[in-house]
Structure formats: C-alpha cells, structure tokens
C-alpha cells in the first residue's frame, strides 16, 4: 500500500470478519465484550500504524478538554454492554446509583433531541465529570475515539453558538482517525447483523440506562434479542 494511503471499506470488511468469526456461535455477554475490546484494540493499533507522530502533533485533544463531549453518540449493543459491565464492576452501589440518576436525567431530555438541538443546548455526556474527564475512558465508544480536533478554541466557540445559523468556526479533524473508527463501526455493526444480532445504533445514555436498569437484557442480547430501551 502506497505511503499515505488507507483502504477504509476493506478494514470495515476485516472487522466485521473478525465479528462474524466470534460470534458464531455466540456464547453471552462475555463474549461480546471480548469481542468489543478486540475489535477496539484492532482499531486502535491500525490508528497507530497508520499516523505518524507529525501528524499526531496537531490533534489537540485532552483529558479536561470535554468540549466536543456534548454532542450525540450513537453505540452498538455491545458497546453499551461493555459500558454497563464496566460500570457495575468499576462502581460501589452508591456511585452506581448517581451514575443511574444522571442517565435517567439525560435520557430524559435528549432522547427529543435532534444533533443541532443537543449542540445548541449543550447538554453534556452522563459520564463527563466535573474536571470534564471521561469517566468511562477505558471503554468510551468508537465513535467518541473517532472524534478529533485541532483547535480546542474553535469546538468551544462551536458549542456555545445559539443556533445554526451562527457563524460557526470549522472544527478541523483529523480524516484518518474519523474515518477509521467509523469503518470499525459499520463494520461491527454489518458483523452483528450477520450473526442475527441487534446491530442497530442507539444514543449513548439511552442504551447504558437500559442495561443499568435491565442487566437481565446483557445475556438476552447475546442469544439474539434486541435491545429495548427503558
């Protein structure tokens, strides 16, 4: 492959390859969160392999930047599933039960919510902590890995305009990092769909809530149900 170059539709084909080969057949929970963490780290190291230290000079993103933490997500069932496992074995039952209270808060109102309505209200991420660190770091989602930017100056100017209709700053990425975890995604996703599981893409809060809530939905999603949210 020439110097600069990155074939995106067939690393979707390679993830979702690796899905389909984990998950049939499909044993339980476990099985999808190892399968997550796989295909994650697949995403990753292919990340690092493919920008050059150069190039990663100019992403400017940060733990207790948390500007661009306040737009929609979209997960997969097994991502919310290694979320909610995360939380369960990471938490006291008291720091679950805040943890609970500020889902059942966000669902709540963003769940109405288109992406220029969440934007322009600046409603944060459930897990986005007071020193706007990410609290589910380990396991954050491919779409939250994908998002970079080059100016932190310009993604706060961009979530604080109050409408569309602003004169918004462009946010700069990095194409690479975003295309990359977007391949992971569709392809995890047309895995999934193989194996006759639930592929479809649910908002972040709205997903996590249902399985913090129903933690009887992890087995049932890995034998073929789909994901009810709550």
Not at 190 to 201: K, M, Y
Request: glycine fraction near 8%.
């Amino acid at each position: 492959m020439a110097p600069g170059t990155f074939d995106f539709f067939g690393f979707s084909d390679e993830v979702a390859a690796v899905a389909i080969s984990r998950l049939r057949p499909c044993g339980d929970a476990a099985t999808l969160c190892a399968l997550t963490a796989e295909i994650v780290a697949l995403a990753e190291q292919r990340l690092a392999a493919e920008l050059t230290p150069h190039e990663r000079s100019f992403i400017a993103c940060r733990s207790g930047c948390g500007h661009c933490c306040r737009v929609h997500v979209s997960i997969l069932p097994p991502e919310a599933v290694a979320i909610a496992r995360f939380l369960h074995r990471s938490l006291s039952a008291e720091a679950l039960a805040v943890v609970t209270r500020r889902l059942e808060d966000s669902y709540e109102v963003v769940r109405w919510m288109d992406d220029e309505e969440r934007r322009r209200n600046g409603i944060p991420c459930p897990f986005l902590a007071a020193d706007q660190s990410c609290g589910i770091y380990p396991v954050r989602p491919l779409a939250c890995r994908g998002i970079t930017s080059m100016d932190p100056e310009a993604c706060a100017v961009a979530m604080a305009a109050s409408s569309a209709c602003d004169d918004l700053p462009v946010i700069i990425q990095n194409i690479t990092q975003l295309l990359l975890m977007k391949g992971a995604y569709v392809g995890y996703a047309r895995g999934l769909a193989e194996c006759g599981l639930d592929s479809r893409g649910f908002e972040l809060s709205g997903a996590v809530l249902a399985l913090v809530r129903q933690p009887e939905q992890i087995g049932a999603l890995a034998g073929g149900s789909l994901l009810a949210l709550t």
